[in-house]
Nanobody, 112 residues
Framework: DVQLVESGGGSVQAGGSLRLSCVASGLPHCRNDMSWYRQAPGKEREFDSGIDSDGSTSYADSVKGRFTISQDNAKNTLYLQMNSLKSEDTALYYC???????WGQGTQVTVS
């Protein structure tokens, strides 16, 4: 079975930092493009950042320059380093392999 398990969320003051982690298990050993999405209260889930299996990254304009997505293939772990956090970053953050249809359960980030 495929599992994506996020961790690292929490409460932080504006301007602070958090690092989210997502441990993946059961994914096939082939091209795995991974993403972070987020869903704020009362809003649609939206793309945050993505990384291709060749390491190419992409970001939503709202987080560009503040967030960094990375992965450690040896640990099967996806990361999201979030700096200069703003109140509008408050959301439930999900890691996903959208192409294969796998999503984690989400980790809450609250910025006050």
């Amino acid at each position: 079975d495929v599992q994506l398990v996020e961790s690292g969320g929490g409460s932080v003051q504006a301007g602070g930092s958090l690092r989210l982690s997502c441990v993946a298990s059961g994914l096939p050993h082939c091209r795995n493009d991974m993403s972070w999405y987020r869903q704020a209260p009362g809003k649609e889930r939206e793309f945050d950042s993505g990384i291709d299996s060749d390491g190419s990254t992409s970001y939503a304009d709202s987080v560009k320059g503040r967030f960094t997505i990375s992965q450690d293939n040896a640990k099967n772990t996806l990361y999201l380093q979030m700096n200069s956090l703003k109140s509008e970053d408050t959301a439930l953050y999900y890691c996903a392999n959208v192409g294969l249809g796998y999503w984690g359960q989400g980790t809450q980030v609250t910025v006050s």
